[in-house]
């Protein structure tokens, strides 16, 4: 949808709304009747989990939901599940989505967004207790608000069943249970409470975290910043005969203030009965009083960030459930105060203690990033080797090898040649295609001068997108280093780096005959960008089909340019002309061909897309050779000592509003971005009549002559006129590698263009002679 | 700790205080030390982040800023000014930050000075400060925050301040509330020093508590004066706060309801002109009106979720609504007979 306020036919309305509507409104629900049911859940990490499925028309899929009772929420679904779903069209159409539990199906109009990346962390770290089936959202009370619900988590349930008929009289309560009378504002359920000798206030009825909380700025104005503010009475239970009160801001609003919000380890003491339509809740308490000791020694702790008292709660509570927690906020607080690397040990080895047997060397790698950050290398060293120890039993087998890699850097930035090599060679075995290992091996076979083994490692990392560059230059240092080295080329990267990247060859070569073909020489113009995508879809699939097409047409019949653009990120291989020429040709973005400048097609997509966009500019490409052309031209250059020099000739009808072009363009040119194609081919480097969109038709009889002389060096100085002046204009960073233009891949192009239409009228496509720097020497008398 | 100070007001103290009269008050001083931030859950009123392109804006006695360079797709950072980018940031998932804790030799001091950075790679690499200059005030613990990354932290109206435990700041201010009174304020550059003394101007009080209607809670609502230099947080003063006379407005804020959310900002309301000696309350929040364009072409009507605006009750905005997905409904009547033609929604990621 794009309307604007601009629209021709855009009026605008006003509507009355309640306040804050849209942060509470309800999807719409359309839920099957209820029926009660017993529904097992279970804790995981300190959240209550349902196993169930969720189902549109399309598809069902098995998956685990957080129900969170306080939680002012339909149904909120990670991204990837609506996606597997189906749940949603691109028009924004969207299918009803079905909770199925046991004996119960709730049905959602549609889905609200969920916080995906705490929901990927979660499933990651509690995969095994979720029986290898993600968390993809949440149930919240919103759907759980038409149903009487039961909490009867001793035993593992949650219960809903419909909604009780109304009492003419209030029931007494069944013996051994306490009646509070409830509120409910916003769909949530408030329990009356009273604290600090009398005082009244309420909380919120939640299952959406363990500890029970209390206002943060309530405990601090009470003197009590670590939430011990004594007696919390909900009717005759004294809650802080069963929690510790854990102080936190508590973001709901209560007419009588809000005081806190129940959590899952209170309700696990009791058996929870809500009657929303009666008004009242039912306790029942399961389990005799116990609070969990340390917990409010951890919460003072906390709260003064005393690092001193974290360290002392862990020695006097190592199992505690709050363990990892209080272990990885001293690890923090240690980093702050700048301790020794001996001093930090302690406090990693909490971590690794409290962590789950299997994720230690998840959980060290988290460490390591974090003393990274605070630009400590040898804590991190200190992190990492503590990682190692667990390392052959993580959940996730490439963790170990992440840790050697970071280790084996964090080494070689250390000067600590023997111990990143030790580092770097493990990594190196767990993931051999990474490209920062194999860079890092390269730096340091290169200090080592075994440049064979260099050599190897450059060309591994010069054909990832995270060490591409660097693995270029390296290669570009080592290779005239080898025993009998060959000055580093395209051609010899292109050999090397065979098999190891994605490419595509034409199935065969065009060839030229009076009925497929005339005098017409096509111009294919593609418009890319090296940080389009990456390396399954985006720029790769467009530069695939360049690759078949280079490859199928031979340079008498199609003339080629590439130009990137600086969207969405700008690389080293863009000029100005291409920006210049995409604006005339109304190209929307880096993703597009144009076949003689008025034909178009796409120029991305995925890999495997490649041979359809091949084929899709092919059948274009064949279509207009056979339309002939009334102009003629012969075009010719020389490289010497780095100066282009050379003429175009033309001959052609008169006509106005006609532009001659021409451009050096370079064959391959190296430059491994996001896409991950290494090789950029016909790119156009420098437009020779000076303009970006050529010249004007200006013959003579006829016939018209545009010579041409630039220097080498003067285009490069342009292009990196042009970066620099994109990288002010946006923020943003470009690595200049491949600007030099070499003369042995230079290529010029040339083509008669109509300013009206953009039509390519002719085109042309040659080689310029190359004097090489020894054969000038030779020439010398 | 606290110094006493009986020098003459340093950083324009007097400059703060037009309206005082008589003898000035003693000027006290604390110092603040550097704190990074792992996880950072602090409301500015307007965060912002700088690009990376020249470098991280932090004087040092080597320069203004700390180069970066890229390699690749991953950042290098150089975090201690010694011309050499050693540290490495990977490039981030979208809406994801990574720290990175930069120390930098300090102009005539022996001792490093400290900075925290969130880096971003989302379309570009930019930061933004991921730190605060802490310290007491009168037992109070308040936290300076170098909100428009410049690298310095006296930045009045551009920079931001926390005054307590809270996590909702304001723009740094001429004038603190402090455990319920004004003090004047000043801060050196390097926000190691900040220096006080009771505001004697004229005072009234702006209540912004009695008259809002809300579902939900008010985590944070900012407010600043006519010129800028005054601005306090106002979220948890329900009976209102006692302010240096003047002109005010609400400026941004965040409205909460567990963990749905939505921002605020000033729209369409007006100033508030808080007297001196008098209350001064706003009647905001609920009912909230929304307003919409649309645009028909041919039978076919087009609503874009950006086309669609919320105003409170004194013309304040709202937007930002989180999460996503919990759309108003449209509906589409035949004029003449009232009937509900076509109901639409948007979809759930709008």
């Known amino acids: 949808m794009t309307v604007t306020a601009q629209s021709v036919q855009a009026a605008t309305r006003k509507v009355a709304v309640f306040f804050f509507?849209?942060?509470?409104?309800?999807?719409?629900?359309?839920?099957?009747?209820?029926?009660?049911?017993?529904?097992?859940?279970?804790?995981?990490?300190?959240?209550?989990?349902?196993?169930?499925?969720?189902?549109?028309?399309?598809?069902?899929?098995?998956?685990?939901?957080?129900?969170?009772?306080?939680?002012?929420?339909?149904?909120?679904?990670?991204?990837?599940?609506?996606?597997?779903?189906?749940?949603?069209?691109?028009?924004?159409?969207?299918?009803?989505?079905?909770?199925?539990?046991?004996?119960?199906?709730?049905?959602?109009?549609?889905?609200?967004?969920?916080?995906?990346?705490?929901?990927?962390?979660?499933?990651?770290?509690?995969?095994?207790?979720?029986?290898?089936?993600?968390?993809?959202?949440?149930?919240?009370?919103k759907l759980l608000k038409d149903y009487h619900t039961i909490f009867d988590l001793d035993a593992g349930f949650i219960e809903l069943s419909p909604p009780r008929a109304a009492e003419e009289e209030p029931l007494d309560p069944p013996q051994g249970t306490t009646r509070l009378d409830i509120s409910i504002i916003n769909d949530l359920v408030w329990l009356p409470a009273r604290f600090d000798g009398g005082n009244t206030a309420a909380m919120v009825l939640g299952s959406g975290a363990f500890d029970t909380t209390v206002d943060s700025y309530l405990a601090e104005d009470l003197d009590r910043p670590a939430g011990d503010i004594g007696s919390v009475e909900l009717g005759d239970v004294d809650l802080s005969k069963f929690v510790h009160l854990r102080p936190r801001e508590v973001d709901y609003l209560h007419p009588d203030g809000a005081l806190g919000v129940i959590?899952?380890?209170?309700?696990?003491?009791?058996?929870?009965?809500?009657?929303?339509?009666?008004?009242?809740?039912?306790?029942?308490?399961?389990?005799?009083?116990?609070?969990?000791?340390?917990?409010?020694?951890?919460?003072?702790?906390?709260?003064?960030?005393?690092?001193?008292?974290?360290?002392?709660?862990?020695?006097?509570?190592?199992?505690?459930?709050?363990?990892?927690?209080?272990?990885?906020?001293?690890?923090?607080?240690?980093?702050?105060?700048?301790?020794?690397?001996?001093?930090?040990?302690?406090?990693?080895?909490?971590?690794?203690?409290?962590?789950?047997?299997?994720?230690?060397?998840?959980?060290?790698?988290?460490?390591?990033?974090?003393?990274?950050?605070?630009?400590?290398?040898?804590?991190?060293?200190?992190?990492g080797e503590l990682g190692l120890e667990g390392g052959r039993d993580d959940r996730y087998p490439d963790a170990v090898h992440e840790i050697h890699a970071r280790l084996g850097e964090v080494h070689l930035e250390l000067d600590e040649e023997k111990e990143a090599w030790r580092h770097l060679l493990a990594a190196a075995f767990g993931l051999p295609d990474d490209g920062t290992i194999n860079l890092n091996l390269g730096r340091l076979y290169e200090r080592q001068e075994r440049y064979r083994r260099a050599f190897s490692r450059y060309i591994q990392a010069a054909i990832r997108p995270d060490s591409g560059p660097q693995g270029v230059e390296g290669l570009s240092r080592v290779s005239e280093l080898l025993p009998g080295g060959e000055r580093l080329s395209v051609e010899l990267v292109e050999r090397m780096i065979a098999g190891k990247v994605r490419n595509?060859?034409?199935?065969?070569?065009?060839?030229?005959?009076?009925?497929?073909?005339?005098?017409?020489?096509?111009?294919?113009?593609?418009?890319?960008?090296?940080?389009?995508?990456?390396?399954?879809?985006?720029?790769?699939?467009?530069?695939?089909?360049?690759?078949?097409?280079?490859?199928?047409?031979?340079?008498?019949?199609?003339?080629?340019?590439?130009?990137?653009?600086?969207?969405?990120?700008?690389?080293?291989?863009?000029?100005?002309?291409?920006?210049?020429?995409?604006?005339?040709?109304?190209?929307?973005?880096?993703?597009?061909?144009?076949?003689?400048?008025?034909?178009?097609?796409?120029?991305?997509?995925?890999?495997?897309?490649?041979?359809?966009?091949?084929?899709?500019?092919?059948?274009?490409?064949?279509?207009?050779?056979?339309?002939?052309?009334?102009?003629?031209?012969?075009?010719?250059?020389?490289?010497?000592?780095?100066?282009?020099?050379?003429?175009?000739?033309?001959?052609?009808?008169?006509?106005?509003?006609?532009?001659?072009?021409?451009?050096?363009?370079?064959?391959?040119?190296?430059?491994?971005?996001?896409?991950?194609?290494?090789?950029?081919?016909?790119?156009?480097?420098?437009?020779?009549?000076?303009?970006a969109l050529g010249i004007e038709w200006d013959p003579t009889d006829g016939e018209m002559r545009v010579p041409f002389d630039i220097s080498l060096a003067s285009v490069r100085e342009e292009n990196e006129r042009y970066i620099d002046e994109v990288c002010a204009d946006s923020g943003a960073i470009v690595r200049k590698l491949s600007m030099d233009v070499n003369p042995e891949q230079a290529c010029l192009v040339a083509f008669v263009r109509s300013r009206s239409t953009g039509a390519v009228l002719q085109a042309i496509q040659v080689d310029p002679e190359v004097i090489l720097a020894e054969e000038i020497e030779e020439e010398r008398p | 700790m606290i110094l006493l100070s009986c020098s003459a007001l340093a950083f324009g103290l007097t400059a703060v205080s037009p309206e005082s009269s008589g003898p000035l008050p003693a000027v006290v001083s604390a110092d603040l030390t550097f704190k990074p931030y792992k996880e950072w859950d602090i409301l500015l009123p307007n965060e912002q982040f700088a690009g990376v392109a020249e470098g991280i804006r932090l004087p040092h006695a080597g320069g203004d800023s700390l180069p970066v360079r890229l390699e690749g797709t991953v950042l290098w950072v150089d975090r201690d000014g010694d011309g050499?980018?050693?540290?490495?940031?990977?490039?981030?998932?979208?809406?994801?930050?990574?720290?990175?804790?930069?120390?930098?030799?300090?102009?005539?001091?022996?001792?490093?000075?400290?900075?925290?950075?969130?880096?971003?790679?989302?379309?570009?690499?930019?930061?933004?400060?991921?730190?605060?200059?802490?310290?007491?005030?009168?037992?109070?613990?308040?936290?300076?925050?170098?909100?428009?990354?410049?690298?310095?932290?006296?930045?009045?109206?551009?920079?931001?301040?926390?005054?307590?435990?809270?996590?909702?700041?304001?723009?740094?201010?001429?004038?603190?509330?402090?455990?319920?009174?004004?003090?004047?304020?000043?801060?050196?550059?390097?926000?190691?020093?900040?220096?006080?003394?009771?505001?004697?101007?004229?005072?009234?009080?702006?209540?912004?508590?009695?008259?809002?209607?809300?579902?939900?809670?008010?985590?944070?609502?900012?407010?600043?004066?006519?010129?800028?230099?005054?601005?306090?947080?106002?979220?948890?003063?329900?009976?209102?706060?006692?302010?240096?006379?003047?002109?005010?407005?609400?400026?941004?804020?965040?409205?909460?309801?567990?963990?749905?959310?939505?921002?605020?900002?000033?729209?369409?309301?007006?100033?508030?002109?808080?007297?001196?000696?008098?209350?001064?309350?706003?009647?905001?929040?609920?009912?909230?009106?929304?307003?919409?364009?649309?645009?028909?072409?041919?039978?076919?009507?087009?609503?874009?979720?950006?086309?669609?605006?919320?105003?409170?009750?004194s013309g304040e905005e709202y937007s930002n609504f989180m999460p996503l997905g919990s759309s108003p409904n449209f509906a589409i009547k035949d004029k003449q007979t009232g009937e509900v033609l076509v109901n639409a929604k948007f979809p759930g990621n709008c």
Request: contains cysteine.
């Open chain 1, 21 to 141: 509507t849209w942060v509470v409104a309800a999807v719409g629900l359309a839920s099957a009747a209820p029926q009660g049911t017993r529904i097992p859940v279970s804790i995981v990490e300190g959240r209550l989990v349902v196993r169930c499925d969720v189902s549109t028309r399309f598809r069902r899929l098995p998956v685990n939901l957080f129900v969170d009772f306080e939680e002012t929420c339909g149904l909120q679904l990670h991204n990837q599940a609506a996606a597997g779903l189906r749940s949603e069209r691109s028009d924004g159409t969207a299918f009803p989505i079905t909770v199925h539990l046991p004996n119960l199906e709730l049905t959602v109009e549609r889905r609200e967004i969920g916080d995906d990346e705490a929901l990927d962390h979660f499933t990651r770290w509690n995969s095994i207790a979720l029986g290898e089936v993600s968390v993809v959202g949440t149930i919240g009370s």
């Open chain 1, 263 to 383: 959590g899952l380890n209170f309700l696990e003491h009791f058996r929870v009965e809500v009657d929303r339509v009666n008004g009242y809740v039912l306790l029942e308490a399961m389990r005799a009083p116990r609070k969990v000791e340390g917990d409010l020694r951890y919460f003072e702790a906390m709260v003064d960030e005393d690092a001193d008292a974290l360290a002392a709660f862990l020695e006097a509570y190592p199992d505690h459930r709050l363990a990892l927690e209080a272990s990885q906020l001293l690890v923090t607080l240690r980093l702050i105060e700048e301790v020794s690397p001996e001093e930090i040990a302690p406090a990693l080895a909490w971590v690794d203690r409290a962590c789950p047997e299997d994720l230690r060397a998840t959980s060290a790698l988290e460490q390591m990033k974090l003393c990274g950050a605070f630009g400590l290398p040898n804590h991190l060293i200190a992190a």
């Open chain 1, 504 to 691: 595509f060859g034409a199935a065969s070569q065009f060839e030229a005959n009076e009925t497929n073909s005339g005098e017409r020489v096509v111009l294919v113009e593609f418009f890319t960008n090296s940080f389009l995508g990456n390396g399954s879809r985006g720029a790769i699939g467009g530069g695939l089909a360049h690759e078949g097409l280079v490859g199928h047409f031979p340079p008498e019949n199609v003339a080629f340019l590439s130009y990137h653009l600086p969207t969405p990120q700008p690389d080293p291989l863009i000029c100005e002309m291409g920006e210049i020429v995409a604006e005339r040709l109304n190209i929307e973005g880096p993703w597009v061909y144009a076949i003689d400048g008025t034909r178009r097609a796409t120029g991305a997509g995925k890999w495997s897309d490649a041979e359809g966009i091949y084929e899709g500019v092919r059948g274009q490409v064949m279509q207009r050779l056979q339309e002939s052309s009334e102009y003629e031209m012969q075009l010719e250059g020389r490289i010497e000592d780095g100066q282009l020099q050379g003429e175009l000739f033309v001959r052609g009808p008169e006509r106005s509003r006609t532009n001659v072009q021409v451009v050096l363009a370079e064959k391959h040119v190296l430059f491994p971005g996001k896409s991950e194609i290494v090789v950029h081919r016909m790119l156009a480097r420098a437009p020779l009549t000076g303009e």
């Open chain 2, 84 to 313: 050499k980018c050693e540290s490495k940031v990977e490039p981030l998932e979208r809406g994801k930050t990574a720290l990175l804790v930069l120390r930098v030799p300090a102009e005539g001091q022996e001792q490093d000075k400290s900075y925290a950075v969130r880096l971003s790679s989302e379309g570009k690499w930019t930061y933004s400060a991921s730190g605060a200059m802490v310290g007491e005030v009168e037992g109070t613990r308040v936290q300076l925050i170098d909100q428009n990354n410049n690298g310095r932290f006296d930045d009045i109206g551009q920079d931001a301040m926390i005054v307590g435990r809270g996590k909702s700041a304001s723009f740094l201010s001429e004038v603190a509330s402090i455990d319920g009174k004004l003090f004047s304020i000043s801060v050196d550059e390097s926000g190691q020093r900040i220096e006080y003394a009771p505001y004697s101007g004229p005072v009234g009080i702006l209540d912004l508590g009695s008259e809002m209607e809300s579902k939900a809670r008010m985590r944070s609502v900012v407010v600043t004066s006519e010129d800028g230099k005054r601005s306090f947080e106002v979220s948890r003063y329900n009976e209102g706060l006692s302010v240096p006379a003047g002109k005010y407005s609400v400026h941004s804020g965040r409205v909460v309801l567990g963990k749905s959310k939505a921002d605020l900002r000033q729209g369409r309301s007006e100033w508030i002109e808080v007297q001196e000696g008098e209350r001064t309350a706003l009647a905001w929040g609920g009912p909230v009106e929304a307003e919409f364009t649309y645009a028909r072409s041919g039978g076919e009507i087009t609503i874009g979720p950006r086309d669609i605006w919320y105003y409170g009750r």
